[in-house]
């Protein structure tokens, strides 16, 4: 049994840091949404301000009784001049960490999501020959945050959707189950050297560090007489950093709907189903696409630790928020019965925060006030945190 096996099941909520922190001004985010003719409808702005409110944030985590955070660090806070590493933000950092134990919280930072410093992506971002090392010098920085008692990290979030960015608008405008672009292979071949070159350096100099990526694993489903044409469909949009998975400590599973796949003029394609509600970004509201994407994930994977670091529903019905999440639990249980290997779920989101360009969908567990920055629970926190204490409980 490996070291993430033996832990107490994780049960966590997460944020993004360029969702949720606010004035991230050095990011390319933050060019791209103020830049005049932007095609994003609202720019970041102040977003939740977590960047000073973040001690509320965690509050809410620890008082629900769930046991772990997964949340932001922003690399173009840490070095927003090429060159430049601000010791004053390592060190915020590292107070989120030491604040996150004093609650008794397992912080899982998450190393880039999505944003980059503006400087990095003008000079070409992923696609300039030194990206790598120029994101290890980064990772390299941050060690003084990860080294505090950090047992899990999550390199890269979404490695397949941010190589989906090059050619779709944004994250979040329904293509999830209106059928994915094809990643860039040139991205998502850097992203897969990215994670590896990470792993492997936080292997070294922090051993004790269990790394892994949140890739986006969406339940495709092969339709009748499409089965030949499937894994075609499948492999460039998340199989291949499945497998590229295979030696990592655990693998983030991140999942929000499922996806059916078609066979039209001998060619995969997602099949829309009309009938289905669907949330507020559009996504079909079918909740057991976890249980489908563990279990396929499974099968690439086969007993590597899997850890739900993202899922959740886009509504302004907290009810209904707490029926998707039910029902998405009851399929993970399902689907560790059926013997895959699932430590630990993390809601996607603790907060109502900025999606990519609106701030229309509500993926919150917690409301938050645009004018005032207050916090409100909604009853789903309380709910989930109520879960996770019956079923640690249990074990
Ligand atoms: C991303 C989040 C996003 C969420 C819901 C994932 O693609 O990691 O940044 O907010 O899904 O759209």
Sequence with gaps: MTAAESVAFLWGATTGAHQTEGNNTMSDWWQRETSPGSPLPSPSGDAADSYHRWREDMDLVADSGLTDYRFGIEWARIEPADGFISLAEVDHYRRMVAGAFERGLRPMPTLFHFTVPAWFAASGGWHRDDAVPR?????????????????????????NIYAVLASSSRPGDGSLSRGLPVPDPQLSAKMIAAHDAVRDFLRDRLPQIQSGWGIS??????????????????????EVFLEASKGDDWVGIQTYTRGVIGKVDGLPQPLINDRSPVTQTGWEDYPRALGGALKRAADVLGGVPLIVTENGIATDDDERRIAFTEAALQSLWEAKADGVNVAGYFHWSLLDNYEWGTFGPRFGLVSVDRVTFQRTAKPSLAWLGAKAKERLDEH
Excluded: C, K, M
Excluded at 135 to 157: C, H, K, M, Q, W
Excluded at 217 to 238: I, K, L, M, S, T
């Design 135 to 159: 994101f290890l010098r980064y990772v390299e920085a941050i060690l003084p945050v990860l080294s505090d008692g950090v047992e899990r990290v999550e390199t890269i979030n979404e490695p």
């Design 217 to 238: 694993v969406q339940d495709y489903q092969a339709a009748e007489g499409a089965e030949d044409v499937f894994h075609d469909y499948v492999w460039p949009r998340d």
